[in-house]
């Protein structure tokens, strides 16, 4: 783990005032208060060191969320909104312990109108539940983070979760037309709108994609829809290292060719992959995911423009998936990295850091250097066609997380450098926050906390995220 120091937590007094104002409020089948029961709510898929809450409160409804909100301001306790606790920056982690309300009980789909092209889901739904019923319709939602099979829209619109498919489809943001939120003190807003075009007022849907849960907490969304690709196709290039492949992504955006996912591995990932049963060739120490959708002929046409392309940037090889099977064994693969790449080593760090897409090869080429400056083993892959890369910095012993801080500000500053930005889908969360000053100035960094206090006067809902500590230890 990285030395971050720890959050004071509340007192011993005000987690029993919050238990026992919950305790009224919710019978004992919504509310956790034993110490394992916590503790198993403390934490997400980052590397921020989980904090056991003093109690869970399981909603199944916008009710309950209401409650709770309304208990936690009464009770003046911090409250952590959860959803499948698959975040990557610590977004859901109750860092000063207090109450953390999960939303992982409101789980229906409400509504799937195929005219429209809309559908209507409560925060718990799980993102593969959602695909498949959209999808059974003819329909298509497009996001698809890695962790689909278990994230929660919630956590989605909270982090505006992105995808391989982000690079010609867009991230959350692009299809929430409008939220039903609670505020803190129990208030309910509905924003936006379900109709294609509406300029009414403010965006403040927009606004609270993304927002991490430190404005409002979700309880439902209305989605925008697409209907669904009639056909998919997908082809792998296998490249002599990382810096080819990043020439042949920039060579793909010159030609204006838009797959719909366009993924990049480098060598260390792509050992990963052949560890998954996957056999590249042993020349290749890079290679591209590349995948197209759209009409069966016009899917044709794009593979072998996409083919071309990466042949003529020097691919040592192109192939295309045969069938379905094995679209699926690779994709599995791919999502599998986050993990696989865990299991290398004790420690991990995973960042989204995004360049403009001209600058893919340049940011692997600062990787590899700084690596090779601070000795910190790094891995890269990602969603090259955005220019949104996970560099994964994995390290043993404790004694090298200097090294990983240092390399770490090294990329960052890197990144900004190229204006580029910190986080393309994961979120600033607690993880990042103190390198928010190298992205943001003074000036942006409080017109944005001084919006958090309209939402959130007293500073309760999930404290101490996105923005950097202040000198005295305020949110
Ligand atoms: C992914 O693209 O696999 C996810 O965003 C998670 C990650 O690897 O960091
Ligand atoms: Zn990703």
């Not at 399981?58 to 309950?64: K, R, V």
Request: overall charge negative; some cysteine; aromatic content about 4%.
């Amino acid at each position: 783990m990285l030395r971050r120091p720890p959050f004071e937590r509340i007192s011993s007094s005000a987690a029993d005032r919050a238990r026992r104002l919950l305790g009224r409020a919710f019978g004992p089948s919504k509310l956790l208060v034993g110490a394992e029961a916590c503790a198993a709510h403390g934490g997400d898929e980052s590397d921020a060191d989980p904090v056991a809450p003093d109690a869970v409160v399981l909603a199944s409804s916008a009710d309950d969320v209401a409650l709770a909100l309304a208990v936690a301001a009464e009770a003046e306790v911090p409250i952590t909104p959860r959803g499948a606790g698959t975040g990557k920056s610590g977004g859901c982690v109750p860092v000063a312990g207090g109450i953390v309300l999960s939303t992982l009980g409101l789980r229906s789909i409400v509504e799937i109108d195929r005219e429209e092209l809309i559908a209507v889901v409560e925060a718990g739904v799980v993102l593969a539940d959602l695909h498949a019923a959209v999808e059974a319709e003819g329909l298509f939602y497009p996001p698809d983070p890695s962790s689909l099979a278990s994230c929660a829209l919630g956590g989605n619109v909270a982090e505006n979760a992105g995808g391989p498919r982000a690079f010609k489809y867009g991230v959350t943001r692009d299809y929430v037309r409008g939220l039903e939120v609670v505020t803190m003190g129990g208030a309910r807003l509905v924003t936006g709108r379900r109709t294609q075009k509406g300029v009414t007022g403010y965006d403040v849907t927009a606004l609270l994609v993304g927002s991490e849960g430190t404005l409002a907490v979700t309880t439902r969304a209305t989605l925008r829809l697409v209907p669904k690709p009639p056909a998919v196709a997908t082809l792998l290039a296998l490249f002599a290292d990382v810096r080819a492949s990043g020439r042949a992504v920039s060579a793909i955006i010159a030609a204006g060719l838009v797959p719909r996912c366009l993924e990049l591995f480098d060598a260390g990932t792509l050992e990963a992959v052949r560890g998954r049963g996957l056999p590249f060739d042993p020349r290749a120490g890079a290679m591209l995911l590349l995948e197209v959708d759209g009409d069966p002929a016009g899917c044709e046409v794009a593979l072998e423009h996409v083919g071309g392309v990466c042949a003529d940037a020097g691919a040592i090889e192109v192939l295309c998936a045969q069938d379905a099977a094995q679209r699926d064994r690779l994709w599995d693969a791919r999502r599998q990295l986050s993990h696989a790449t865990r299991a290398m080593a004790r420690h991990k760090i995973s960042e989204d850091v995004v360049v403009p897409r001209t600058r893919v090869a340049d940011l692997l080429a600062e990787v590899e250097a700084i690596a090779a400056a601070t000795g910190v083993r790094m891995l890269t892959y990602g969603h090259a066609g955005d220019g949104n890369l996970h560099v994964n910095l994995l390290w043993d012993d404790p004694d090298d997380a200097a090294r990983v801080e240092q390399a770490l500000e090294r990329l960052f500053r890197a990144v900004v450098v190229m204006r580029g930005t910190l986080s393309g889908e994961h979120g600033i969360g607690v993880t990042k926050a103190e390198f928010l000053p190298l992205e943001q100035g003074d000036e942006l960094i409080d017109l944005q906390r001084r919006l958090k206090a309209v939402f959130d006067p007293k500073g309760l809902l999930n404290p101490h995220k996105i923005f950097p500590r202040r000198a005295h230890g305020s949110c």
